[in-house]
């Protein structure tokens, strides 16, 4: 039996949308899997944060009103690897924490440091099938983007797709393809759509619902569009 497919979202830099993308990613990925929101869905998003922000969002959301499951990992990080063997999974996103514990010192070997939040990071990085990182058109994102993928990332092999999130589409498109350029002049694959900056999206997060459930409006077809094209990529990539 072939094990879940893991991927986490990561990026050091913290607001860049690991938490939105992870619960949306899942959200469409168990629509097209035919989950329905009261069964044990093959789909999980577990939160992986110390500072428990997924875990604040889940208790928001009414209860079996989604089509993924949700587990919260924080305190036992080997649940994932356990998670993956589940013959009823198939997909898994892990959102991981905003901050990586860094270890300033460069000649370090493993640039997350020590503590809690560290450990539970690599015991995640170890068992992770691949990362969704994602990023905004802000100049200020491009360092740690590139941080996590050159220091955490490449070092453990553990392929991954960028994913540049919050592009305002009433700013014009120079950002977003300025981005897009600063991602493939360093070789990073990268999905090729943005996800667009709605308020939509942080309303949801707010009160705890999902791309999935919006209730109908351009807006909603609009910021469903941008997930329903970034699933397929990332199948399509996986
Ligand atoms: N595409 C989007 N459109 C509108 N708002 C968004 C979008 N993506 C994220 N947001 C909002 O931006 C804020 C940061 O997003 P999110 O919490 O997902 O980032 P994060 O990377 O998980 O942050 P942290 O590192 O603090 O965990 C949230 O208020 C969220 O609702
Ligand atoms: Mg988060």
């Known amino acids: 039996m072939a094990s879940a497919h893991l991927d986490v979202l990561i990026n050091q830099k913290g607001g860049v949308g690991k938490s939105t993308l992870t619960v949306n990613i899942a959200a ?75 270890n300033g010192n460069a000649s370090t070997r493993d640039p997350l440091g020590a503590g809690p939040a560290a450990d539970a990071l690599r015991a995640i990085l170890d068992v992770a099938d691949r990362a969704i990182v994602p990023m905004t058109t802000e100049f200020l994102s491009r360092e740690p983007t590139e941080y996590t993928i050159e220091r955490v990332l490449k070092p453990r092999g553990i392929p991954f797709v960028v994913v540049v999130n919050l592009w305002d589409p009433r700013d014009g498109t120079d950002d977003r393809d300025e981005t897009f350029r600063w991602i493939d002049r360093h070789g990073y694959p990268r999905a090729p759509h943005a996800i667009r900056r709605y308020k939509i999206h942080t309303h949801a997060a707010e009160s705890g619902t999902v791309v999935t459930r919006y209730k109908e409006s351009g807006t909603a077809y609009r910021a469903r569009e941008d997930f329903y094209r970034l699933a397929l990529h990332l199948n399509g990539a996986a």
């Open 28 to 102: 469409v990925v168990a629509e097209n899997l035919g989950a329905v929101p009261d069964g044990n869905s093959p789909v999980v998003a577990v939160g992986i944060d110390p500072q428990g922000s997924t875990e604040k969002w889940a208790e928001r959301v009414e209860e079996d009103a989604l089509p993924f499951d949700y587990m919260a990992a924080s305190e036992d990080p080997g649940a994932v690897a356990e998670l993956k063997q589940d013959p009823e999974v198939r997909r898994i996103l892990a959102d991981c924490p905003g901050f990586l514990d860094v």
